[in-house]
């Protein structure tokens, strides 16, 4: 079990991750969050709350109170958000009530939500269940929905009081999803922790048969990584923006296909292919550095196949929201352990890139 | 013209109250919160817009894009957020882009929730234009909608950048609604400003006959008051309470009216008689203080006659947002220019109170 301390201007609180924290969870809240209030509300999805509920209950002795977000990106909406929120005050939920987000990356980002526009402000507990969530969106007080005009478009920074990453749920996680979610930590290691990328090279074997301590070994390092550049600048106005390291491709790939095709650490792979070409052809990385880290992002693939027109990937990274009056923010990194992020990566540099990771994709045999 | 400045742990801005400031928008923007952006929003009502557009956009080089609220309350909704926040979307909003809510209270709290939500919070100025709006809901940040279990139960806390509060605007305010809006700066006198007490019992024909220099006196007094109390209590944990004198009784008088029959400085209005009396049963305030604090309310009014039972209305007083954990908090005035919060209010005590004050709004002639 390893704690990480998460310390920004406006929140402190541990992150978690380890084995059997799912069925001690109550007065591991109580030591994080306080004694437990009157009405506990837990936001779940009927899938993850049919294979855990009984370990979840295990500890509490009176039951929260169970909310249910239909799975898929689809319904993280605002009009999910009013109905939960209309579930709460018709269960008597108060200000010093506390929800507890327990599921994937949408059930985190929109439980986020509920407590931070709930009366203005509830505290909430993240026990993330997908690779994804523990290593990634859990962490950081990003919590928000979709509009139709695009992807988390809506939302707040909320702070969790505590967030409890259980390696024993990943036993029932898709291998596909374990695969996507790991790339969000190869992502890590290639901005911020060199020890991480070698151990992932070397360990690939361990971490994909799930062995508890290498999952846990990664899981720790990559929350590690994203604590301490959340702890350096909360509000995403600088060091922040280097999280998104191969987001901008991905961000557009999810687009391109309709936010069905692809996982999101799927996209966020093949976008890491076409920044590392970017950063190749710039020099930040040499290329045998290029080599290695695109090797690594396939050791922990396959990544789908893809057939998309380079100009149209290209086109659709201009509406990512991380773009400020109207500059094209790119983070490419800087020999390996390290990343800056500049802005003014040329059309024509934005489409080679996109064009070499296109023809990658286009040879994918899945 | 005068300046008054919110000082919290999370925001510091000035309050500026006084005559010709719609004219001059643009430029005291820029002062407060920098060089005006790509993309500015201004939320309003058309009934405001109809008035007053030419004098607001006479400031800007480039016009903001408007966007508009149905007014009433049954138009402060999430349906009416996702609506405007797709808006934004589409009028290429991004995270530098600013908001400007140009209108009542209704288009401050939904402007400010759009500002708290949108890309997870972009910057916001409130051009309050109801004298209820411009001495109570543009300052301390607190913004949201309804849910149709209650009112404001979604929201956030989001401080703006500046708040304009321009007197000219209140010429054309109707006479009920200005009437209602100073039973908050009564409210104000009565916690937390004994000089402003006197003030309003000696200069009412001035105030009410819309005298520029004594509605400026009287509203940033009133102003002063709210910073004040919220400079030492951001977030409502403590002293901010104090601020809900009379409108635990008066919430409950709207819900027992359905919103309809009520403005909300009316049910304030009637809400601080049943605490007055609540306060001379205990003692907190002297029979004298009592008559004198009443005849304040009244100088005010008129306010509408009603006919309720005192029972139902006590029972309403159960579901307000400010309980937590199934307490019922009361605001009580100790002498004039004071007041303190107590939680031991008996039932028969709260129907005492409620019960005097629908005997006399039985008598009302309006």
Do not use: C
Request: aromatic content about 6%; charged content about 20%.
């Amino acid at each position: 079990m390893q704690t990480i301390r998460v310390e920004t201007p406006s929140a402190k609180y541990d992150v978690v991750a380890g084995s059997g924290l799912i069925e001690s969870l109550a007065p591991r809240i109580e030591r994080a969050a306080g004694r437990l209030p009157r009405r506990v509300f837990v936001l779940t999805s009927a899938p993850i709350w049919a294979l855990w509920n009984e370990a979840f209950l295990a500890s509490f002795s009176d039951p929260p109170v169970a909310l249910f977000l239909e799975p898929g990106e689809k319904f993280k909406t605002l009009a999910s958000v009013e109905r939960l929120l209309q579930q709460m005050a018709q269960a008597g939920g108060d200000r010093g009530s506390l929800l507890i987000a327990f599921g994937g990356g949408i059930v985190g980002d929109v439980g986020g939500f509920l407590a931070a526009i709930y009366m203005r402000g509830i505290p909430y507990v993240q026990v993330p269940t997908t690779f994804l969530s523990q290593v990634d969106s859990s962490v950081g007080g990003k919590t928000g929905v979709n509009l139709p005009e695009g992807k988390n478009l809506v939302g707040s920074f909320h702070h969790p009081r505590a967030v409890f990453a259980d390696i024993g749920v990943l036993g029932t996680l898709p291998d596909r999803e374990l695969r996507a979610g790991l790339m969000e930590s190869v992502k890590a290691g290639i901005i911020r922790d060199r020890a991480l990328v070698r151990f992932m090279e070397e360990h690939a074997d361990e971490v994909l048969g799930r062995d508890p301590k290498a999952l846990e070994k990664v899981i720790a390092a990559s929350i590690r990584m994203k604590a301490g550049v959340v702890n350096l600048d909360e509000r995403e106005n600088g060091l922040r923006m280097i999280l998104n390291f191969g987001h901008t491709v991905g961000h557009a790939l999810e687009q391109a296909t309709a936010y069905k095709l692809l996982l999101h650490g799927e996209a966020v792979g093949w976008g890491m292919v076409a920044a590392l070409y970017l950063a190749r052809a710039r020099g930040t990385i040499s290329p045998k550095q290029f080599d290695r880290l695109e090797n690594l992002v396939h050791l922990y693939g396959p990544l789908p196949a893809l057939k998309l027109k380079a100009a149209m990937v290209a086109a659709a990274t201009g509406g990512d929201k991380k773009n400020v009056g109207g500059v094209r923010r790119f983070v490419l990194p800087v020999g390996i352990g390290d990343a800056g992020v500049v802005e003014d990566v040329t059309p024509a540099e934005l489409e080679a890139g996109v064009g070499y990771m296109l023809a990658k994709a286009a040879e994918q045999q899945v």
